[in-house]
């Protein structure tokens, strides 16, 4: 109020006053009234019991920073998720490589194995086979 009295218009926040056994914030304005010469006659204050406000805005803060944090933790899984999905279709692709490996081997062998057997019959000399019993 000492500077209304001297002239200036005055607004302060975060005034905190204990009134029945409670903290309580204030917001306070104050500006100066004059005479017709100019001179300070009296300064007119308000007062606004702001603590509800306060207590929304810290309580908003709070929730602010839970939010950041949970936001955080969400971003580093799905980066998580996305590196284990990358893993996983790498796993796939090496296992289907290794797959097609052991069936073009399994495959070639098998086919090698029956062109030598083929091989092998048309060079041995033919076989007649046996005859039929007769029957009397």
């Not at 009296?42 to 944090?69: G, H, P, V, Y």
Request: net charge negative; aromatic share 4%; charged share 25%.
């Amino acid at each position: 109020l000492n500077k209304a009295l001297q002239g200036e218009t005055i607004s302060v926040e975060d005034l905190a006053l204990r009134l029945t056994g409670e903290n309580r914030i204030f917001s306070a304005s104050a500006a100066p009234i004059f005479d017709a010469a100019g001179q300070v006659l009296f300064a007119a204050a308000t007062f606004m019991d702001i603590s509800e406000r306060k207590k929304a805005e810290i309580q908003l803060k709070w929730r602010n920073l839970e939010l950041e944090s949970l936001y955080a933790q969400v971003r580093e899984g799905k980066e998580k998720l996305q590196a284990l999905s990358k893993r996983l279709l790498e796993i796939q692709e090496e296992e289907r490589r290794h797959i097609s490996r052991e069936l073009h081997d399994e495959v070639g062998q098998a086919l090698t194995a029956l062109k030598i057997m083929l091989q092998t019959m048309l060079q041995a000399p033919a076989i007649s086979p046996p005859p039929l019993p007769v029957e009397p």
